[in-house]
């Protein structure tokens, strides 16, 4: 996959999904997950986590025009990602299998984080050519 194309795909994804979790938290937490959103600490750790989503993306979409900086939006894209994805196998061995949407979550970081990885390896095979 071309590395605009893999960026603008998962900027698409998560700018939904960190908005719905960000804006309207007390209603889409319990009917995606089943959680009772119970206080501000709670309500104030989720909205932190979609901000950090939320600027991620905003950072990869700003590079879809800036060839420049898509090898390292690409590092970015990987690293969290990949970090997330290896939190949430973690929990699966420690805490059990989670509901659906959260494994579809989880399908979805392993692909998101493995398509950056091929388009780093583009790049790199790109520029080792150039070298040549």
């Keep these: 996959m071309d590395a605009r194309l893999d960026l603008l795909v998962t900027t698409t994804g998560h ?3 960190a908005l719905s979790y960000w804006l309207i938290f007390g209603s889409s937490i ?3 997950l089943g959680l009772p959103v119970e206080g501000t600490d709670q309500t104030h750790v989720f909205r932190a ?3 950090l989503y939320v600027a991620n993306a905003l950072f990869w ?10 090898r390292t939006a690409l590092w ?5 990602i ?8 973690l929990s699966i061995f420690f805490d059990g299998v989670p509901k659906g949407i ?3 979550y989880l399908a979805a970081a392993i692909t998101i984080a493995a398509l950056a990885a091929v388009s780093l390896k583009k790049r790199t095979m790109k520029q080792e050519v150039v070298k040549w």
């Design 76 to 80: 970015v894209l990987f690293l969290s």
């Design 30 to 32: 319990p009917v995606l």
């Design 102 to 104: 959260l494994l579809f």
């Design 15 to 17: 700018v939904p999904i």
């Design 61 to 70: 979409s700003a590079t879809v025009a800036k060839p420049d900086l898509q």
């Design 82 to 89: 990949s970090g997330l994805a290896a939190g949430c196998i």
């Design 49 to 51: 986590i979609m901000g």
